[in-house]
T-cell receptor
Framework: EAGVTQFPSHSVIEKGQTVTLRCDPI?????LYWYRRVMGKEIKFLLH????????ESGMPNNRFLAERTGGTYSTLKVQPAELEDSGVYFC????????????FGSGTRLTVV | QQQVKQSPQSLIVQKGGISIINCAYE??????FPWYQQFPGKGPALLIA?????SEKKEGRFTISFNKSAKQFSLHIMDSQPGDSATYFC???????????????FGSGTQLTVLP
């Protein structure tokens, strides 16, 4: 079984630019989550999709972040325009059911905004 | 406000020693407490988890101790090995009735180094 795939693995962009992160969940996993870890702090929840619907986006920091999951398959997280404080590692996770027990995380995208 | 506080931030132990990482939580509605292990360049992977109706859970060299009254839980790694060197995160999630059951609240992580 292929795992959760994220790309790019690293991205360095200038402040004010746009970046799009992509996550391919495990096939058949309806639940998809985005998390972020900023500079050695805790991993924080951003949002949760069930298929193509946003179930919970309470963790999204502001309207510069836009997440989509067209067709209930892969998901993208766009940051526009990027700010310095957006730097961190963005993790995607997927699960078959709607409980956190079966989470599988991707390897993350390290975003650096300079 | 950080709801799950983890300590220490870093830990160095000798091979064969016991590694202990502690977490404290504030929200008594949390009902699932997993520990995740993360190696460099990889995502967090579930290591072991416990629910508050038990005080201890053991899987191989890894043990979770849970103190509900103190709102604390800890990870013990017995006979620590260099291959255990990784970042460890404690986490918690709310009960399913709360409506936010699906998200995890993480601690800030502990960088464990086991010396050969």
């Amino acid at each position: 079984e292929a795992g959760v795939t994220q790309f790019p693995s690293h991205s360095v962009i200038e402040k004010g630019q746009t970046v799009t992160l992509r996550c391919d969940p495990i096939s058949g996993h309806d639940n998809l989550y985005w998390y972020r870890r900023v500079m050695g702090k805790e991993i924080k929840f951003l949002l949760h999709f069930v298929k193509e619907s946003k179930q919970d986006e309470s963790g999204m920091p502001n309207n510069r972040f836009l997440a989509e999951r067209t067709g209930g398959t892969y998901s993208t997280l766009k940051v526009q325009p990027a700010e310095l404080e957006d730097s961190g590692v963005y993790f995607c996770a997927s699960s078959q059911d709607d409980r956190p027990y079966g989470y599988t995380f991707g390897s993350g995208t390290r975003l650096t905004v300079v | 406000q950080q709801q799950v506080k983890q300590s220490p931030q870093s830990l160095i132990v000798q091979k064969g020693g016991i590694s202990i990482i502690n977490c404290a939580y504030e929200n008594t509605a949390f009902d699932y407490f997993p520990w995740y292990q993360q190696f460099p360049g990889k995502g967090p992977a579930l290591l072991i988890a416990i629910r508050p109706d038990v005080s201890e859970k053991k899987e191989g060299r890894f043990t979770i101790s849970f103190n509900k009254s103190a709102k604390q839980f800890s990870l013990h790694i017995m006979d620590s090995q260099p291959g255990d060197s990784a970042t460890y995160f404690c986490a918690a999630s709310l009960s399913i009735s709360s409506g936010s059951a699906r998200q995890l609240t993480f601690g800030s992580g502990t960088q464990l180094t086991v010396l050969p």
